[in-house]
Antibody, heavy 117, light 106 residues
Framework: EAQMIESGGGLVEPTGSLRLSCEVP????????MAWVRQAPGKGLEWIAT????????YYAESVEGRFSISKDNPRNVLYLFLRRLRADDTAIYFC??????????WGLGIPVTVSS | DIVLTQSPVTLSLSPGARATLYCKASRSVGTSLTWYQHKPGQSPRLLIY???TSVPGVPARFRGSGSGTDFTLTISGLDPEDFAVYYC?????????FGGGTKIEV
């Protein structure tokens, strides 16, 4: 299975916005649920959002609900995460992952997001 | 939300030793519990799903067990490549949650 690759990360000021992308080659993207997971410096993994295959249903962690939104472009095989009203505690490595009936089976390499003035 | 509490936080062992990791849920998740291995600078890797089923390609020394609120990941005979952080995650209800992780170190 080809590697998923995230992009769009970087340095952003508090209250700013960012859009992360995850290119997903190879598998049947349009029928695959996808997720974003992050890891803050020195911390553990945190699930933050999932979208179903058809992109009709989304789920969010309380820590990002109302600020982040997950979407997928099925024809282009791209997963997105829109990050708004960013805070210092959103600083993390953000991973995209494919969620199957087994769990988070395929992962991207991760992309860093730093929120700082 | 379901809180997953992993113990111990750190496990100091030698290669060849047996590692036993615990994951306790704040309420029942049935068998909807997965285990992941995460090494620094790498992507996490799914090891076990449905509490006790190994993902194809995962070495037989990794064994998951448990149901309801109490789960165990056992690694029989640690290989040097097994030194990493291990996380449990429940897939029973939304929001999905991870445990805080157990680090296996030398």
């Amino acid at each position: 299975e080809a590697q998923m690759i995230e992009s769009g990360g970087g340095l952003v000021e508090p209250t700013g916005s960012l859009r992360l992308s995850c290119e997903v080659p190879g598998f049947t993207f349009s029928t695959s649920a996808m997720a974003w997971v992050r890891q803050a410096p020195g911390k553990g993994l945190e699930w933050i959002a999932t979208i179903d295959g058809s992109a009709t249903t989304t789920y969010y962690a309380e820590s990002v609900e109302g600020r982040f939104s997950i979407s997928k472009d099925n024809p282009r095989n791209v997963l997105y995460l829109f990050l708004r009203r960013l805070r210092a505690d959103d600083t993390a490595i953000y991973f995209c992952a494919r969620e199957t009936a087994r769990g988070l089976e395929s992962w991207g390499l991760g992309i860093p997001v730093t929120v700082s003035s | 939300d379901i809180v997953l509490t992993q113990s111990p936080v750190t496990l100091s062992l030698s290669p060849g030793a047996r590692a036993t990791l615990y994951c306790k849920a704040s309420r029942s998740v049935g068998t909807s519990l997965t285990w992941y291995q995460h090494k620094p600078g790498q992507s996490p890797r799914l090891l076990i799903y449905d509490s006790s089923t190994s993902v194809p390609g995962v070495p037989a020394r990794f064994r998951g067990s448990g149901s309801g609120t109490d789960f165990t990941l056992t690694i029989s005979g640690l290989d040097p490549e097994d030194f990493a952080v291990y996380y449990c995650r429940q897939r029973s209800v939304w929001p999905r949650t991870f445990g805080g992780g157990t680090k296996i170190e030398v």
